[in-house]
């Protein structure tokens, strides 16, 4: 097994700098610093180890220990189920709530990066068997930069126009452009919304699109990430400051209103562009007969 100690470390470090090129993309996903990066690289490091040790095990041959690859797999489900819970755990106490797709998200993201951690570290060391380091160092770079770019996946913005809206109020009722959103008795705090608050239309490119915003968790996320990243005055006892998002039923747009504490138009439309589009709000009714039918 010594004869293959080189492989070894070569996949292991090729699946851990992986790892970290992919912890990078989605700091904004996971709840602790610096105690989840350390879980996410030390999980990330284990996957590495095992894809890495599973050529030499095959040539070696010893095929009992290829077992545990499969083992890791069912680790990596349970990994999953337990960042599931903690999301779960700590968007009790949200302002403004993740919700349920945007976790399951996360959390499926979380598992499907420890595989491909593992396959940047079995490729790796199968290019240092046939080709020695000069093949390890290409393959290595090849796998990090598919995996950048595959797990960087689509956002609002690749497949939604963001512009800004008008924020009014039609009596008591609190509009976006035409869009009506919630009854705002008090008059002071009418005054105040249109005072301290931002409004965005979300316009589709396509009805793909369209069906992605209108689902009620996607309308979630984008509430969220705004939050996150431009702050919110919305307190316990202020629920009329609640980032919202509403659909406008005749064009297919979607208004979001929010009342941010960085009052900032071009801050807010590059947080709602930066949204990820979430796997469960992926839609393409066009794709299917009775979807290009409805198009026509």
Do not use: W
């Given at each position: 097994m010594e004869r293959y100690l080189a492989t070894i470390i070569a996949g292991t470090l090729a699946g851990t700098i992986a790892r970290m090129v992919m912890l990078h993309l989605d700091y904004r996903q996971y709840p602790g610093y610096p105690h989840g990066?350390?879980?996410?690289?030390?999980?990330?490091?284990?996957?590495?180890?095992?894809?890495?040790?599973?050529?030499?095990?095959?040539?070696?041959?010893?095929?009992?220990a290829v077992t545990f690859?499969?083992?890791?797999?069912?680790?990596?489900?349970?990994?999953?189920?337990?960042?599931?819970?903690?999301?779960?755990?700590?968007?009790?106490?949200?302002?403004?709530?993740?919700?349920?797709?945007?976790?399951?998200?996360?959390?499926?993201?979380?598992?499907?990066?420890?595989?491909?951690?593992?396959?940047?570290?079995?490729l790796t060391s199968i290019a240092y068997e046939l080709g020695k380091a000069p093949a390890a160092v290409v393959m290595a770079l090849l796998t990090i930069v598919f995996v950048r770019t595959f797990m960087a996946g689509e956002t609002i913005g690749d497949i939604c126009e963001v512009v800004p809206a008008r924020l009014w109020f039609k009596d008591s009722i609190l509009m976006v452009d035409n869009i009506g959103f919630i009854n705002i008795g008090l008059?002071?705090?009418?005054?105040?919304?249109?005072?301290?608050?931002?409004?965005?239309?979300?316009?589709?490119?396509?009805?793909?699109?369209?069906?992605?915003?209108?689902?009620?968790?996607?309308?979630?996320?984008?509430?969220?990430?705004?939050?996150?990243?431009?702050?919110?005055?919305?307190?316990?006892?202020?629920?009329?400051?609640?980032?919202?998002?509403?659909?406008?039923?005749?064009?297919?747009?979607?208004?979001?209103?929010?009342?941010?504490v960085e009052r900032d138009m071009d801050a807010l439309i590059l947080a709602v562009k930066r949204t990820p589009v979430l796997e469960s709000a992926r839609s393409r009714p066009l794709k299917t007969e009775a979807g290009r039918m409805a198009a026509r």
């Open positions: 990066y350390l879980s996410h690289l030390s999980l990330g490091f284990i996957a590495s180890a095992l894809g890495s040790v599973a050529i030499p095990a095959i040539l070696k041959p010893d095929y009992t690859l499969a083992l890791a797999a069912s680790q990596f489900r349970e990994i999953r189920g337990i960042e599931r819970k903690t999301l779960e755990h700590l968007d009790e106490n949200e302002l403004v709530k993740r919700g349920s797709d945007y976790i399951e998200g996360i959390a499926r993201t979380f598992e499907a990066r420890n595989y491909l951690t593992m396959a940047c570290a079995l008059r002071e705090m009418r005054a105040r919304i249109t005072a301290e608050g931002l409004a965005v239309l979300i316009k589709p490119k396509n009805a793909d699109a369209r069906n992605t915003i209108h689902d009620l968790g996607q309308r979630q996320a984008i509430a969220h990430t705004v939050t996150v990243l431009l702050g919110t005055k919305k307190d316990v006892d202020l629920p009329e400051f609640t980032p919202l998002a509403r659909i406008d039923p005749d064009s297919g747009a979607v208004g979001l209103y929010t009342v941010p």
